[in-house]
Nanobody, 124 residues
Framework: VQLQASGGGLVQAGDSLTLSCVVS????????MAWFRQAPGKEREFVAA????????AYAEFVGDRFTISGDNAQNTVYLQMNSLKSEDTAVYYC??????????????????WGRGTLVTVSS
């Protein structure tokens, strides 16, 4: 499996942005997909996850109702719709793929494959 994230850029606080993660190399439907982010000088942190063959979704507390993770099976793509962006959302965003939906999906160790990341910069 290979993951290619895109969609990052420079936006103003309050703007919206949608990140995409194209999955290639294997049947997409068997994976748990997630987004993590890493801000300068900080550790990588969980943002959101979804179970591809189901309605399961999970979000970090800081997301609130601002972000939505979704997938398009036909396009083999996972999205992260981000609204009401804040300066503290500035980070490199990574998509990740795993094979389990269970306790601990917010930990990086649950994921086997990672994309290269896309930079989101939010100016205040």
């Amino acid at each position: 499996v290979q993951l290619q994230a895109s969609g990052g850029g420079l936006v103003q606080a309050g703007d919206s942005l949608t990140l995409s993660c194209v999955v290639s190399g294997r049947t997409f439907g068997t994976y748990t997909m997630a987004w993590f982010r890493q801000a300068p000088g900080k550790e990588r942190e969980f943002v959101a996850a979804m179970r591809w063959n189901g309605d399961n979704r999970a979000y970090a507390e800081f997301v609130g109702d601002r972000f939505t993770i979704s997938g398009d099976n036909a396009q083999n793509t996972v999205y992260l719709q981000m609204n009401s962006l804040k300066s503290e959302d500035t980070a490199v965003y990574y998509c990740a793929a795993g094979t389990r939906w269970e306790y601990g999906i917010w930990t990086a160790g649950m994921y086997d494959v990672w994309g290269r990341g896309t930079l989101v910069t939010v100016s205040s």
